[in-house]
Each structure stands twice: as structure tokens, then as C-alpha cells.
């Protein structure tokens, strides 16, 4: 293990906290929740990050999700180009956009008809209005733990950074805005018939991470799902599936082909993009024709299909159409979480992964819901993270994060991780 030279790093980060809040442009990449100076990356390239510092990383969180090829990957770079020398943004509508959507379409049958737009966020909002818009109701449900981006209505109880920062009810969002947000335990069961059977008539739409990566890694139940399904089906509200994370991750189809449920809608975003701003909401024609212009729900951006996003999108889903390709990250997966959990050895752990998505947690409960994933040791998890940086390996920087593995990354990436593991554990070089 080297000394940690961070010099650059440092002053970058000095420089970045006088421009912008935080010095980022995203509270989870401020290390807020481990401390210490994140790492300026100056390039990346396959599974590897370069920091300004000259250090290279072995990279589990490939832009918290978008990087399943892995970083510059020679086909989604030339796509880029090649869409740029055709200019950048044209405010009408081009083929490209026609070409993601029918991958889109093709790849998850449960989607007939998409709309694209520029994040996840942008995503989920749209996908909420569109579910009030259809059924005339305003309540949406949703699960502690569950992050859906920063949506007013959804920024209750919300995991990732805002779950890390412990900020779950986030000042700025009013009680107005929050007021038709039911918020339950994932897997809760009896809470969600409770719900329905009191308030089923104002009921719009129940939306879930299909399989959570905002509280860490964390799987629903058989009965759960098959509970969310037919209480919607029974009640005529709208079953959203938030795939921003899980679309093209844990299988080409998504969650929902792992799960044989079929969603009213579906949100994507991080992979559909292959690292550009894409995020995209589809299902059935007959709910997607409620929006404008063919409908009346409106939903708009300057910015979205655009040509450089969608080359790049396009360029990933057609290498992602390989299931050789999830047996591979399957394999790699399963490695890695196996040689964490022996690392971990006796301290309290556990590990939860679906493919190439998985969480150490620093419990040795089961995580099921947010209850128990906040009983987490967040401080053991910082200085292992520390160690691991330390040692060439970059994890998210949180506890309640999921870890990404690529098809760029090896064999030998995953057992040097893995004896960085053990000597982290071990407090050795
Ligand atoms: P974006 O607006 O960040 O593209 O997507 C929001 C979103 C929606 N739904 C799910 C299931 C998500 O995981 C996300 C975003 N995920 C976080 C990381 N867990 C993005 C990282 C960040 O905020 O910087």
C-alpha cells in the first residue's frame, strides 16, 4: 500500500468548496459519510480510475450505475464522436431517439411506449404526474429507504445521500408537496393492504426500487411483490418500477423479468445513457398516450433524446443484448461477494447481491428495510472504506450504496480486491 499522496486532490477540492456547494456537484460524491478528500478523477478506462494524483483505482461504483461496460469504452467513445461531428442538439426530433426507444421496448416487454428524458429524476417526477394524471387520484406510495432522485413529493424518507446525510425529510420540500406521500416499510406486507383498504379511492400509484441499491442492497419478498401487484391491480392505482438503477443491471430485462411482474410504468436512467444524461419512463400505450402532446399531462426538455445521449445509449444496449454478458458479471459477482464475506470473517456482516450489484453491509442481520439497514455500523464502514481506498480500491462512499461490477473488470481485479480486503481488515499493508 502507498502512502496516500492527495495534494491535488486536496487543492482541487479547495478550489471546488469556493465555487460550487460542497465542492460537488452531488452530495454523494462529497464523502460525507467517510470523511477525508474525495478524489479528483483526472480519467477513467475500463475498470479503472486515474486520480489527479496519479493513483489508479479499481472502480465498484462506475458512476453509481452507468458504467456496466466500464469507463471509455471503445464503442460508446466512437459513437460520441461521431454523433458530435453531426452537431450536439437540434430541438427536433431525430432517428436516434426512435432507435433507444425501440431497444428500450424490445428489451422490457412491459414497456409498449417510452418517453425520453435527461436523469432519473426527471424520470420518476414525470412518471408520478403521469400516474396522478391518468388515474385522477393524488396519494403515491413509496418505502423508507427507497431513493427515487430529488423529487419534492418523494424526498420523504429517502435513502441514498440523503439517507447518509440523515436528512431524509429535506428542508425545502413543503408539507404541501409532501402531504399525498404515504411512506411504508419495504416488504411491509400488512402495512400496504392497511393502506389500500383505508385509502384505496386516492390512491394514484405505489412506486419501489424493484431491488433497492439506496439503503445498500436490499431484495424484496415473493409476497411483497406479489402484494404490490394485486393490491394495485385491485384498487386501479398504477404499479411504478424504478429501474433507474436495476434496468440493464441485473438483467437486460431489468428486475421485473428476474420477478415476472409486469409494472404499469417504468423508470430508467443511469445505464440507458452509457454515461451520458438519459433517463426515460415507459408502459402501456394506453397510459403513455396521456402525455402531451398526444395526451394532456405535460411533460417537456430542451435536452431530451439527445443526439450525443442517445449514440451513447444506443451503443450500450446493443453490447448489453449479449446474455453472455450477465453470466459473466454473474460469475464475477458472486466472486467478489464471496471473498468479501470471508475477508469480513467474524466482525458483524452481512452481504446481499442480485448479478453484478451488491452491499458488505456492517450487520450481521439481514437487511430487509430500513429499520435494519440504519442500525448499520457506519463508522466501521468508513474506515474500511478509508482502507480500501488506501489500497487502490474505490467503493461508494457510503453504507447505503450498492457496489457495481463491470465486464471490464478481471479475475485478478476481483482477487487483488479481495486480499485488499483481508490486509484492510487485518490492518496490514
Ligand atoms: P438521477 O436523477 O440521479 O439520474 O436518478 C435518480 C435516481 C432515481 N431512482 C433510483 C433508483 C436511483 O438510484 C437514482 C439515483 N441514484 C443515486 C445513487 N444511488 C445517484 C447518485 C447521486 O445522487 O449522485
Known sequence: MNVENTTKSMAAFDRALQLMPGGVNSPARAFGAVGGTPRFIERAEGAYLYDLDGKRYIDYIGSWGPMILGHAQAEIVAAVEAAARQGTSFGAPTEAESDL??????????????????????????????????????????????????????????????????????????????????????????????????????????????????????????????????????????????????????????AQSLQGITPDLTTLGKIVGGGLPVGAYGGRKEVMDHVLPVGSVFQAGTLSGNPLATAAGIATLRQLADPALYERLEVLGARLAAGLSEAAGSIPHSVTRIGSMMTLFFNSEKVTDWSVAEKCDTECFATFFQAMLDRGIYLPCSQYEALFVSAAHTEEDIDETIQAARNAFAGGK
Request: include cysteine.
Open 101 to 254: 426507444a425501440e431497444l428500450i421496448i424490445s428489451a422490457v416487454p412491459s414497456i409498449e411506449k417510452v418517453r425520453l428524458v435527461n436523469s432519473g429524476t426527471e424520470a420518476t417526477m414525470s412518471a408520478i404526474r403521469l400516474a396522478r394524471g391518468y388515474t385522477g387520484r393524488s396519494r403515491v406510495v413509496k418505502f423508507a429507504g427507497n431513493y427515487h432522485g430529488h423529487v419534492d413529493s418523494l424526498l420523504v424518507a429517502a435513502g441514498s445521500s440523503a439517507a447518509t446525510l440523515s436528512v431524509p425529510n429535506s428542508p425545502g420540500v413543503t408539507p404541501g408537496a409532501a402531504a399525498d406521500t404515504i411512506v411504508l416499510a419495504y416488504n411491509d406486507v400488512a402495512g400496504l393492504e392497511e393502506v389500500f383498504a383505508a385509502q384505496s379511492e386516492q390512491i394514484a400509484a405505489v412506486i419501489l426500487e424493484p431491488v433497492v441499491g439506496n439503503m445498500g442492497c436490499v431484495v424484496p419478498t415473493e409476497l411483497f411483490l406479489r402484494s404490490l401487484r394485486e393490491q394495485t391491480e385491485q384498487h386501479g392505482a398504477l404499479l411504478i418500477y424504478d429501474e433507474v438503477m436495476t434496468g440493464f443491471r441485473v438483467a437486460y430485462g431489468g
